[in-house]
């Protein structure tokens, strides 16, 4: 029998938030903007971190996408957070990500969020 190291599904229907195969796969889902509120966009920010640092060995800087991280969330914790800030910092982690996709699904869900609520 050939080994398989992928995902293999037959018939019908798959609907999953996050799939990941093969060796030290893992997927985290992370859903789309559900935030209706500042302190949900602060918790949002705080996921966010503690994703950033367990995929820190994934990151193409992981020092200072961190570090910027940190720089959002301490102007979230503001009475009236700077919406451009917040936004400008989320972008330069994105950067810093690179192509993970749990980091980046959170980091739009967040974009989204401080978009439509600041």
């Given at each position: 029998m050939e080994k398989n190291?992928?995902?293999?599904?037959?018939?019908g229907n798959v609907s999953a938030g996050a799939m990941a195969a093969g060796r030290d796969a893992?997927?985290?889902?992370?859903?789309?903007s559900s935030a209706d509120s500042l302190p949900d966009?602060?918790?949002g920010m705080s996921e966010l971190l503690e994703l950033l640092r367990g995929e820190s060995d994934?990151?193409?800087?992981?020092?200072?996408?961190?570090?910027v991280a940190e720089l959002a969330e301490r102007e979230l914790g503001e009475d009236e957070p700077d919406k451009l800030s917040?936004?400008?910092w989320l972008k330069?982690?994105?950067t810093g990500?690179?192509?993970?996709?749990?980091v980046a699904a959170a980091i739009t869900a967040i974009e989204?969020?401080?978009?439509?609520i600041l």
């Open positions: 190291y992928g995902i293999n599904i037959t018939g893992r997927a985290t889902n992370v859903s789309s966009i602060r918790a994934k990151l193409d800087r992981p020092e200072e996408t961190i570090a917040v936004l400008r330069i982690v994105a990500a690179g192509s993970v996709s749990s989204q969020a401080v978009a439509a």
